[in-house]
């Protein structure tokens, strides 16, 4: 949605009398966050930190915002993954992701990745686009070719599942959601086939 059809939700949220609202994106987020605070409503962005730096100086003063001013490091996710990865020691891996969205979640998990992949020569190929053109380009590399591996930082699996499936890729996939904390480095002390910490699949 628009951010002015963002901004009217919220003003219309606040009218009916919430006591918070949690908001997707950090689009618009000024606008919207000056309306939350003259409502005295408390509000945060559900999938992450500010990202941008205007927008976090304006955060420093505001009295109802639950949520990060700064940017966490999500490149020891992917580093995690890729560990995961080279211990079970598969030799191609397919690494997709959004170059819109969530950035900057994405392409620190995608850093974290390469270098790991880099250091032991894991042979992979990588896919960055927009996320309208993010599906038909992995279909068509899983269509070509053949991977031990996916591995993707932020969840696809709506589009994944059904390629993983028909590529005969269950079994040898890693598809992840996006990274929250530390915890998360707990899980990969066996092997896991399949992994998301994306609530919505």
Known sequence: SSVEELIDVVESLCSKGVDGIAVAADDGFQSWAQICEDNGVYY???LGALSDEDDRDFAK???YYMGSLGNYDYTFVGEDYADFIIDQQYEKVLITGPSQGLLDQ????????LRK???AGTKYELIQT????L???VAAALAADQYDAIFCPVSIMEFG???IFANNLVGKTVVMGHGTDESMGDVFGSV???????LTT
Do not use: Y
């Not at 927009?130 to 053109?133: F, R, S, V």
């Not at 896991?192 to 994306?198: E, G």
């Open 130 to 133: 927009a996320w309208g053109d």
């Open 117 to 119: 992949f880099d250091e």
């Open 44 to 46: 945060s962005i559900m």
């Open 106 to 113: 994405a392409d620190q998990m995608i850093a974290g990745a």
């Open 61 to 63: 003063n505001l009295n």
């Open 161 to 163: 599942l059904p390629q």
């Open 135 to 137: 599906f038909p380009s």
């Open 192 to 198: 896991i086939p399949m992994f998301s910490d994306n």
